[in-house]
């Protein structure tokens, strides 16, 4: 079993500022990585995927980077819409989320 | 447009079985895996199998192995979760999702909240 983690859980940033969040894998996922946003009762929409590559319609302030067991979501502008959970996802192997992290209003 | 529909929320009593599905639409259903994703109150997203509705193929996480039973009829390109016994640890919001066996999930669901209480 990946063991998926995610820091900080909670991080507070001001609109305007950066948001640089970390998820590591126990082990080597290559770069079979997603990262997800969820709103509060809503269903997560998939921001990257390949580790760097962005979804379909997901603004260009969001990027991701890594590979291996390290990697990295950088919001590089926050805008009001953007305050919510985010969750990274290994599919390696069978399929695993890290616990979250928070981004809330500073 | 590629949409998955699942059924409404449910209330239920410990013990008591419970079937919940999702209907997809907008794409072939036959050709792509369905999965589904449990996320308790206040919680995370927890992965818990995925099954192909072309052959049946069905997989589970070790964690959800024994505790549901994954479905799906295409003739009708539904999927279903389904538990035989309910316990209060199994309240949750359950979300139905299309992806690869091995890629990220571009399609969830709406969810679907399961709430089990005496």
């Known amino acids: 079993e990946i063991v998926m983690t995610q820091s900080p859980a909670t991080l507070s940033v001001s609109p305007g500022e950066r948001a640089t969040l970390s998820c590591r894998a126990s082990q080597s996922v290559s770069s079979n990585l997603a990262w997800y946003q969820q709103k509060p009762g809503q269903a997560p929409r998939l921001l990257i995927y390949?580790?760097?590559t962005r979804a379909t319609g997901i603004p260009a302030r969001f990027s991701g980077s890594g590979s291996g067991t390290e990697f990295t979501l950088t919001i590089s502008s926050l805008q009001s819409e953007d305050f919510a959970v985010y969750y990274c996802?290994?599919?390696?192997?069978?399929?695993?989320f890290g616990p979250g992290t928070k981004v809330d209003i500073k | 447009e590629v949409q998955l529909v699942q059924s409404g929320a449910e209330v239920k009593k410990p013990g008591e079985s419970l079937k919940i599905s999702c209907k997809g639409s907008g794409y072939s259903f036959t050709s792509y895996w369905i999965g589904w994703v449990r996320q308790m109150p206040g919680k995370g997203l927890e992965w818990m199998g995925i099954i192909y509705p072309g052959d049946s193929d069905t997989r589970y996480s070790p964690s959800f192995q024994g505790q549901v039973t994954i479905s799906a009829d295409k003739s009708i390109s539904t999927a279903y979760l389904q538990w035989s016994s309910l316990k209060a640890s199994d309240t949750a919001m359950y979300y139905c999702?299309?992806?690869?066996?091995?890629?990220?999930?571009?399609?969830w669901g709406q969810g679907t909240l399961v709430t089990v209480s005496s």
């Open positions: 996802q290994q599919y390696n192997n069978w399929p695993d």
């Open positions: 390949g580790a760097s």
């Open positions: 999702v299309r992806q690869p066996p091995v890629g990220a999930i571009q399609y």
